[in-house]
């Protein structure tokens, strides 16, 4: 038995955010708010969103940091109250999609993110309809019924699902990506990788995602570094851009699993950056499930002309240091309360979803050998 949905309408395209004005007036807004980061302020982008939007666009929230907290979750919530605001406007990193989406549901109740956030608190599927356009390739979360939040005061940072978090329309265009730096560009591209990889050994996996899993993680592996390298190539850009949706569909019904479960007490205790923490793990999970027999793995590889799920986890890691990822977890010098800490923090429920169960002792081992 299996289920596949996806509501958002996709836009895909080099020069695709001119066509904000006309997707503005489908969805009749007049008065929308534009979420986003300070580099796009402080590099004029929000002044020059404000004049394509014909009018429509008056308010900015500039302040959404790496790993968006509940506190600007809530500031942004506000300020679409308080205005009558009737759509938003996403315009960022996975960062700065996930605290829109929130925003969005989280403005027509009288509550608050924390409310939500680590509650199981049921989330109303209303919302302000919502634009999104990722300037990453990475989180996919355009596409995503996903939300990522943190909330330092609890020491969490943990996904909230729900239907009312499907952006309205994604507008991907591939050009809003060629400012990202280097290490960022391969950060958000082993994030791609992961969610690829990670949709289709999952227990959940099904047919229509399985081909978008096979299609994205084809197209990061042949144009992770490549972008890395030239940040100015346009195939490169358009190839990851396009990845990272494809492999945003492939896991928003599926989730993700063991990769991405290590990677949350890896950025909320030690900062490490999403996808760079996502990248710290995979391979360790590929070697392990195709050591205990999950023959998903071993066929994926053989698709993608890999001797072997070995071969292909060799591949990533030569991929890993020629982008400098970080390789372990030396530089942290982690007492055994940290080590412990992170074992602990890595059997979020994303975990059960691996498709070979993951022992405590395997993460034990894992761990130590990243110290
Ligand atoms: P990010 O949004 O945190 O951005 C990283 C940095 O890149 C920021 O400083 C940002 O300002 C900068 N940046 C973004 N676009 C740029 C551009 N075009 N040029 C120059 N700089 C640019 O990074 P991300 O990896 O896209 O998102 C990570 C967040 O998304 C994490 O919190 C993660 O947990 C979450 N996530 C969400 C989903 C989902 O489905 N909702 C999936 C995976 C990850």
Partial sequence: MWEYLQPVRIIF???????????????????GLLITSESFEKRGFVEHIKQISNG????????????????????????LRQNHCDFVLAMGGGSVMDCAKAAATFCL?????????????????????????????????EVTCVSVLSDHERGIKSP?????????????????????PPHITACTGFDVLCHAIEAYWNIHHQPICDDLAIHAVRLALENIV????????KQARENMAEASVTAGLAFNMPKTTSA??????????????????????????????????????????????YHDAHGMADAIDTMR????????????NLT?????????GSKHPNLLNNPIPVPEEFLRTMYTKLR
Avoid at 56 to 62: A, G
Avoid at 226 to 233: I, K, R
Avoid at 324 to 331: R, T
């Fill in 56 to 79: 429509r666009i008056n308010l900015s929230y500039c302040h959404v940091s790496a790993n968006p907290t509940v506190i600007e979750c809530d500031k942004c919530a506000d300020i």
């Fill in 109 to 141: 109740t009288d509550n608050h993110s924390t409310d939500y956030l680590g509650t199981g608190k049921t989330i109303p599927e209303s919302h302000l309809p919502l634009i999104a356009v990722p300037t990453t390739s990475g989180t996919g979360s």
């Fill in 260 to 305: 991405h479960a290590c990677s949350y007490p890896l950025t909320n205790q030690l900062g490490i950056a999403h996808g760079e923490a996502c990248a710290m793990t995979i391979t360790h999970f590929i070697r392990f499930n195709a050591d205990n027999g999950c023959d998903r793995i071993e066929n994926l590889a053989g698709m993608l002309g």
């Fill in 321 to 332: 240091e020629h982008t400098g990822m970080m390789l372990n977890l030396k530089s942290f």
């Fill in 13 to 31: 395209g080099n020069g695709t955010i001119n066509r904000l004005a006309e997707e503005i007036a489908k969805m009749n807004g007049s008065n």
């Fill in 226 to 233: 490549q972008a890395y390298d030239n940040p100015l190539d």
């Fill in 160 to 180: 909230m699902n729900s239907s009312g978090f499907y952006p309205t329309v994604a507008i991907i265009d591939p050009e809003l990506t060629y400012t990202v």
């Fill in 336 to 344: 055994d309360e940290q080590l412990e800490a992170l074992i602990q």
